[in-house]
Structure formats: structure tokens, C-alpha cells
């Protein structure tokens, strides 16, 4: 698609929309979830509620069919019964509606013959029309670059993720994740049933999308297995692509049929198909949210060798078993380095071979953690750095915690080497505010943020694979 337009652009920007199934009820599903964010959000095109029995619904007046729109409508929010959606499907077709969105359950994903049908019946309506569908089962398009959005919750922060799911509930839950982590995103698709339009063809346009950079998914199962196959693998090349796969076990292969009537396939064949493809696979939500922050972070690794700062014997060691565990190398510091290390930190109870361990008592030690990561950062054979510490373990004012950190992230920015942070709580309630600012205070910084060791060394594994695999 270099130099052209691709066929599904049109989607994100609508100049007009309707909402059928909006109602004077502000609790009313259709003005709820659909009506009210845009005009919250600010859409800036006609927006036309749709209800044969409304006037007019939060100031804007009410059509009784798409039919009866004076305007051309590009986009349709269809929240109606099941039931009562095959007429205004039908109703969009003769309109010219280019695009809609079925947020109604009660298809395919239902198992029943007449669910089936049903969807059957819609999807050649809107063919035979050439109108796209999105769904059945979906809430439909994130675009804030558009002022376009299925919720007024969700962060308008633009950024270069995107986002394809199976799941409405999983639209909300991982923009919310991103958002935590500082990063924004291009384009987020609930796709549902996909009936129509599926991962598959998001796949396909995210790879040449400029706003872009790196895309993520949530897919529980895909229809043409070979055409994904060949999108994915042209993606992945083109730009890291993380998928959480649900639907890996019999039980969740029948709750994914029950949800989205989708065919998980086997294990095997998905881990062959990650294999081959390079696209990287997540666990889970969080996990994924990590590995698109430290994308969105951090350039390629130039190599392996990662050095490790922070107090805690334990938690250096499993540190250090992780990034082992991850690809990394955790390689004794050069004799230099180490003595350098002895000025500033005392022989008892500490560590400077590699991982830097401090004793407990300099856990909010100033000269340990900046002398440490300034020492790590002239040693020319370390690739990057993971610094931790918990914070809400030691009982000294609030204050001193703000200027430590402080103080490591002026040392990290003049230390010109990938950084990554790892700051872990305790979990007591009266520490949860300072945590999540001094958390939004690295990434905004732009330093990746970690509660774990383990997750800071398995993302930073994945984004040295990818780097190798892919050269850019």
C-alpha cells in the first residue's frame, strides 16, 4: 500500500455519524455508551441521534430511520435489540452508510441456528451494499486523532500504539493500562464477532498506519488462518506486534466460542505461528502493556549485557536470575568499575561484582544509587541498566523519597544508556499516592517503570530478540 490509500482509512474519519437506538433516557444504552462520549469527546462532524418516537435527544435532533437524515451519514452506532437490527442495517444500506458498528449480542456467538442466521443475513445486507460492518458484539472505534471514540473515558492521549481485541471489556481495560504507563495510542478496534471486518484486516492496515508504531492485540481466534499468517508476519517485520491468545485451554476454547464464536485452533499451531512470524506473544493485559511501554521507550539493545543496581540481597538475586532467564548477561564488572563502586559503598552486606547490591541501610542512600548508575554508565561493556528499590519500605519522610528519585533520574538522563526502573511497594495504602507519582514522574522522564525484576527482564528479553530478529 506504499504511496496509496488503504481501503479501511475511511473508517477512522468519519465526517458524520449516526446513533441508532440513542433515547432521551441519559441511561439509555445508546445515548450512554455511544451518544453522549461524542459529544463529550468533541466530535466535530454532524452526529445524528436515530429514534422514531424522540424529537430531539441532549440538544440534537432525533431522526425516526437513518433513511430520514437529511444528510449523507458515513458511520452508524447501531445499539438496538438483535431483533430490530436487520432493518436498520437495512435502513443504513439504502442510505449510503459506509460504515457500522453492531453492539448487539444474540449472533454467531450464541450457537443457536437463529443467531447464525441472523448475522448471515445482516452481513449480506451490508455486501450487497457494499457497506462495512463492525461486530456483531463490539463497541467499535477508538480514533483521537478523529475525536472519535466509542467512550468518554477512554485517554484521547495520541500515541503510537494500537489496539485490536475480541473484547470490549479488554478495549477499556488495556487503554486504561497504557495510559498508566505513559503511553498513548493511534487507534484502538473492538471488533466482536467480526463478522465482517476482522483482525486480520486491522492487521493489515496498522502495518502501513503512520500513526503506528507498534501494535497490539487481543485475539482469541481468526478465520483464514494462512491470509493472517502472511498479514502477521508482514507486520511483525515491519513493527512489533504483541498478541495475547485466548482460548490456549479446552475450557477457554469453549469460552471463546460462547463469546465471540471464534475458533481458537491449537496451542501448537499458534506457537508455530509466533515462531515464524516474530510476532511476540503476552501472557496477559499487564504483561502486554509492559512490552509496548518498553517499546515505546526504549531503541533496540546493541547487546546483551545488562548491569544491576539497587538494595536487597534477595531481590538481586532473582534479578539476576531472570535476566539470565531472559537472554541477558549478568557478567562480573571490570576491576575498575568494581573499585570505583568500593568508594561510595561499604564492604558489609553489599555486593559489586554485578548485580550492585546495597545493604538496607542505604536503601534511600543518594551517593549509592547516583555514584552506582554513574560508575555502570561509563563501563563500555554494559548494554543497559536496571535499577530497583522499594520505596515504602523504609519509614523516613515522604520528602526524602521524592528528592532520591529525583536525583536518580537527573543521574540516568546524563548517563546516555538505556535505563529502565523498578520500583516495588508494600502494599500499605498510605504510601499508594506517592507511589503512582513518583511511578508518572519516570515516565515522564521517559524512563520505563517496572514493579517486578521479573517483568523488567523478560520485556527487555523480548526487546533484544526483536531488535536481532529484525534489524532495523
Known sequence: MAGKTHPL????????IAVVGASADPEGWGTRLFLQPLLDIGFPGEIYPINPRAGSILGLKAYPSVRDVPGPVDYAMVSIPPGAVLPAVED???????????????????????????????????RRAGMRLLGPNCIGIHCPGSDFSFS?????NIGPVAYLSQSGRYCHEFMALGGLRGFGFSKAVSIGNACDLDATDFMDYLTGDR?????????????????FHRVLTRAARAKPVIIVKGGNTDPGKRAASSHTRSLAGSQAL???????????????????????????????????????IGPGGGVSVLAADA????GLRVSPLPQGVQNRLREFIPPMGTG??????????????????????????????????????????????????????????????????????????????????MIHDLR???????????????RAAWCLGQLLNYGERFPK
Open 211 to 227: 500513526d503506528t508504531r507498534i501494535i497490539t492485540a487481543y485475539i482469541e481466534g481468526i478465520t483464514d488462518g494462512r491470509r
Open 270 to 308: 499458534w506457537e508455530a505461528l509466533f515462531r515464524q512470524s516474530g510476532a511476540l506473544r503476552a501472557r496477559d493485559l499487564e504483561e502486554m502493556a509492559d512490552l509496548a511501554m518498553t517499546f515505546h521507550y526504549l531503541a533496540p539493545l546493541r547487546g546483551r549485557e545488562i548491569g544491576i
Open 9 to 16: 482509512e475511511f473508517i477512522f474519519h468519519p465526517r458524520s
Open 92 to 126: 443504513c444500506a439504502a442510505k449510503g452508510v459506509k460504515v457500522a458498528t453492531i453492539y448487539a449480542a444474540g449472533f454467531s456467538e450464541s450457537g443457536e441456528d437463529e443467531g447464525r442466521d441472523l448475522e448471515a443475513r445482516i452481513l449480506d445486507t451490508a
Open 323 to 326: 535476566c539470565h532467564g531472559a
Open 440 to 454: 508518572k514522574q519516570c515516565l515522564d522522564e521517559g524512563f520505563p517503570i517496572f514493579t517486578s525484576t521479573n
Open 152 to 156: 468518554s473515558l477512554a485517554s484521547q
Open 352 to 433: 559489586v561484582c554485578n548485580p550492585v547490591d546495597f545493604s538496607p541501610q542505604l536503601a534511600l542512600s543518594i551517593p549509592a544509587f547516583t555514584g552506582s548508575i554513574e560508575a555502570l554508565a561509563a563501563c563500555e561493556s554494559l548494554d543497559v541498566l536496571l535499577v530497583h528499590t522499594l520505596l515504602d519500605m523504609d519509614t523516613r519522610v515522604e520528602r526524602e523519597k521524592r528528592r532520591m528519585v529525583e536525583a536518580i533520574l537527573e543521574t540516568a538522563k546524563r548517563a546516555g544508556k538505556p535505563l529502565v526502573m523498578v520500583m516495588g511497594s508494600l502494599g500499605r495504602p498510605e504510601n499508594w499516592q
